[in-house]
């Protein structure tokens, strides 16, 4: 009982660590170009992550069960997990980097199954869970929104080259308000189910492993023999999203919002819209998809239709190594934690 009470803490504390992470995901255009405060745009945030956290659990059964054999999962393994990548994302929150926090708790996953499977590669699930649902959006997702971003931008442009200025930042100034919220949402629809997966994995393993023994009646909703999101599961981590969300995350907004290209209202509504499109999208079908490659590579693409040169590639260069290395890095981290721990 005092593993699976470590797991939740730990689980919580990644939660909330991702909630001011990944808060830049929605704010950080809305920011850069004034139509919002940064007060008032968290604001927003924590409450969108909210209502999306609260809408479907696809993901959250895809990475509670769809990632990893769950009869090699014990407690020890999830909070090896979690610990690694909890390790990395404040790593990269100290540079300002918006690497994925998605991607950083499914390769914690992966590294802790391979060390408690003593290196068994087949504890993974690869044709129907890794490949299909990480490997290929990882890839993919990025390049869609990069190319949505500017078809978009193009769009947009063509539509409003006989509009001034004050027009067009006057009509999506408004617009933004409806784009970064939408935003937000998607981002609660599927960054929060992820750790809806991970306590439903350790509920199901403690149950499973007879770990919670006889509950007196007021704790017999932590069994969990089948797999299913409990509702106070849902809620928590909901609710631990927004309150991390409306902690901020100013490092990483900067790097989005004012590092990467320099945007105005009608740029950040493209992006927004963009990225808000294919995680909805991607939510639907339960890809654990990373919000943070989206909306960056929507940006740089909405930002290199404005001008290819405006785009900062120094900085995009610095940010798509961290994407390269966050699944290794995470998936080492708590292999080598998850190694320590069987050794005792």
Same mark, same amino acid.
């Given at each position: ?72 999962? %014990? /407690? +020890?393994? &999830?909070?090896? *997990? $979690?610990?690694? @990548? ?7 929150? #100290? ?99 992820? %750790? /809806? +997966?991970? &306590?439903?994995? *350790? $509920?199901?393993? @403690? ?7 006889? #509950? ?103 940010? &798509? ?14 292999? #080598? ?8």
């Amino acid at each position: 009982m005092t593993l699976f009470l470590l797991v939740i803490a730990a689980a919580i504390t990644f939660e909330y660590i991702n909630g001011f992470h990944d808060a830049a995901n929605a704010i950080a255009t809305v920011v850069s170009t004034k139509v919002l405060t940064p007060r008032q745009a968290i604001g927003l945030a924590a409450f969108f992550n909210l209502t999306g956290a609260l809408t479907g659990t696809a993901v959250a059964s895809t990475v509670g069960k769809g990632m990893v054999d769950t009869n090699i999962v %014990t /407690m +020890g393994a &999830i909070l090896c *997990a $979690l610990i690694g @990548a909890i390790v990395w994302n404040l790593i990269t929150w #100290l540079f300002g980097l918006p690497s994925s926090s998605s991607h950083a708790l499914i390769g914690g996953l992966c590294g802790a199954a391979l060390a408690y499977a003593h290196g068994n590669w087949n504890v993974l699930h690869w044709r129907t869970g890794l490949l299909p649902k990480v490997v290929i959006p990882m890839i993919s997702s990025p390049v869609i929104g990069f190319i949505i971003g500017a078809l978009l931008m193009f769009v947009l442009m063509v539509l409003l080259q006989r509009a001034t200025p004050h027009v067009v930042h006057s009509i999506f100034g408004k617009l933004q308000l409806v784009s970064a919220s939408w935003m937000a949402h998607s981002h609660g629809t599927n960054d929060a189910q992820k %750790t /809806m +997966g991970i &306590i439903t994995l *350790a $509920l199901f393993t @403690a149950t499973t492993s007879g770990s919670f023994g006889h #509950l007196p009646p007021a704790l017999q909703f932590l069994h969990t023999p089948q797999f299913l999101i409990p509702k106070w599961v849902i809620f928590l981590c909901a609710l631990t999203m927004a309150a991390g969300t409306a902690a901020g995350g100013w490092r990483i907004i900067r790097t989005l919002g004012h590092r990467m290209v320099k945007l105005q209202p009608v740029h950040g509504f493209a992006a927004e819209t963009t990225a808000a499109v294919i995680i909805q999208v991607a939510s639907s079908y339960g890809i654990p998809l990373s919000t943070t490659h989206v909306i960056s590579t929507s940006i740089m693409g909405v930002g290199a239709m404005k001008r290819f040169s405006g785009v900062k590639w120094g900085v995009v260069e610095r940010i &798509i190594w961290a994407w390269v290395f966050t699944l290794p890095a995470c998936g080492f981290i708590s292999y #080598l934690l998850a190694r320590i721990a069987t050794a005792f």
